[in-house]
């Protein structure tokens, strides 16, 4: 009888060691690295320019790192992160070699593609790198585009995982004219461009005509930044109660669309949990949870539920969502649906404040669709939540009365 309790518990422990045991079979480029300190330029870089994480979600992939000394080199250069991210995906093969398989290529050479290839943004074969057995057993790395000759070899392998991750040291950096072409910075990247072009153009003069706001949006997207923008219709059907909030209030409710980290579609539906957001200081914590919903992404704040509802621009390090709803945070809106209305207020105001407070996460459970969801397209509508909570008076002991005796039963 003692025990029961604690089998679930270990039952609960064991998946949880069991989920941890799997997390971290996948690979840490930055964690493999950490073990080497003099490749802590090249590991550092990894993570500035996002690879990392790109690195991370691949399977069978080689890594060329190169010590700090040969790094310097091409810090030199003064590139920019945009550029420098290209030259490094050129260190970064799609395929798998361990120092065995480089020293035993069929026909002793063979051209392999990298991730500079999958970016799309590389000329011709200008992606690809040349692996050459060479005399005396070295093995050279090139661009395609090479002379015969090869600055780079190989010098020793670091980290073999078959064939998941191969993470080997090679003498010099990997480079081509194609690789350090000057390309579009993510700074270039005009977020309220993008969105007026794709039917989020009300969301994206909103964000214009407060320059601070799009200022906020502009400086985040080099560090990584997800939008999600409510679609014109929603926008315009919404503009009278913008209009009624402050300069402030209008300011933070535009950042609140906005998390400062990066999100692709994929990372949102497996990392569900509460998101700060652009509007995040201290104690306004102006967050909202991401929650699946089957094969729906769904945002929800203390005051409405939005759902993604397409994908206007996913590269890291930004992505931007079109959403269904505006996001309105409680910060703002809480108070706003609890002051009394001017409309003759039902008897027993105390008694409309409690069902009030409640609406939003009882109401969805009890199945009342229709309170819910005017309730989610306007939950600042004063009007609609007093004809629903009036509405709801009656029924209100009957829920208590049904509530209380699941209590019971449970206990
Ligand atoms: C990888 O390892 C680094 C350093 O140990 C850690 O900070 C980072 O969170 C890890 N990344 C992932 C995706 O687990
Ligand atoms: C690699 O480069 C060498 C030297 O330029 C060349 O002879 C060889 O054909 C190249 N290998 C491939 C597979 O293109
Ligand atoms: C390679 O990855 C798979 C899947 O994550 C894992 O099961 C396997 O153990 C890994 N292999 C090595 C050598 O780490
Ligand atoms: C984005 O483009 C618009 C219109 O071309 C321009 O007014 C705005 O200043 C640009 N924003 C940034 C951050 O460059
Ligand atoms: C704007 O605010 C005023 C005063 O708080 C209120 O009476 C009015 O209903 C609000 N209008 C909208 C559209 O929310």
Redesign the pocket.
């Known amino acids: 009888m003692k025990l029961s309790p604690a089998a679930p518990l270990s039952v609960t422990l064991l998946l949880f060691l069991l989920f941890l045991s799997t997390t971290t079979n996948a690979h840490n480029i930055t964690k493999i690295l950490a073990k080497h300190p003099e490749f802590s330029t090249f590991n550092h870089y990894l993570t500035v320019t996002h690879l990392a994480a790109e690195i991370n979600r691949r399977q069978t992939i080689t890594v060329c790192a190169i010590d700090n000394s040969a790094m310097n080199e091409l810090l030199e250069k003064h590139l920019p992160t945009y550029t420098l991210k290209n030259v490094l995906s050129l260190h970064v093969f799609a395929d798998y070699f361990g120092a065995k398989k480089l020293h035993q290529i069929t026909k002793g050479s063979t051209l392999t593609a990298t991730m500079f290839q999958a970016t799309g943004e590389a000329p011709g074969t200008s992606g690809y790198i040349n692996i050459t057995n060479m005399k005396g057993g070295k093995v050279g790395f090139a661009n395609e585009d090479n002379d015969g000759h090869f600055a780079a070899t190989f010098v020793k392998s670091l980290v073999e995982m078959p064939y998941n991750i191969s993470v080997i040291q090679i003498s010099q950096i990997l480079t081509s004219p194609a690789a350090e072409a000057p390309v579009a910075a993510p700074?270039?990247l005009?977020?309220?461009?993008i969105m007026a072009k794709q039917g989020c153009k009300a969301f994206s003069d909103l964000l214009?005509s407060h320059s601070d706001v799009?200022?906020t949006f502009?400086e985040n997207v080099q560090s990584g930044l997800t939008v999600f923008c409510p679609t014109d219709g929603v926008i315009n059907a919404f503009m009278p109660k913008f209009k009624n909030l402050t300069k402030d209030g209008q300011s933070s409710l535009l950042l609140y669309h906005g998390i400062p980290v990066y999100n692709s579609m994929g990372m949102l539906k497996s990392n569900n949990g509460i998101m700060n957001t652009l509007a995040t200081e201290g104690h306004n914590k102006y967050d909202f949870t991401i929650q699946n919903d089957g094969d729906d992404v769904t945002l929800k704040t203390k005051v409405v539920k939005a759902t993604i509802s397409g994908t206007l621009y996913d590269e890291e390090p930004l992505s931007v969502y079109k959403i269904d709803k505006v996001l309105l945070p409680r910060e703002l809106f809480k108070g706003v649906a609890e002051e009394p209305a001017p409309a003759p207020a039902p008897k027993g105001s105390s008694k409309k404040k409690k069902t009030k407070k409640g609406d939003n996460e009882d109401m969805e459970e009890d199945g009342a669709p229709e309170p819910s969801q005017e309730d989610d397209e306007d939950p600042a509508d004063e009007s609609a939540n007093l004809n629903w909570a009036t509405g709801v008076k009656s029924t209100g002991w009957l829920v208590t009365v049904a509530l209380s005796i699941i209590c019971m039963t449970i206990v």
Do not use: F, G, I, Y
């Open positions: 700074s270039d005009n977020v309220t461009t214009k799009s200022k502009a």
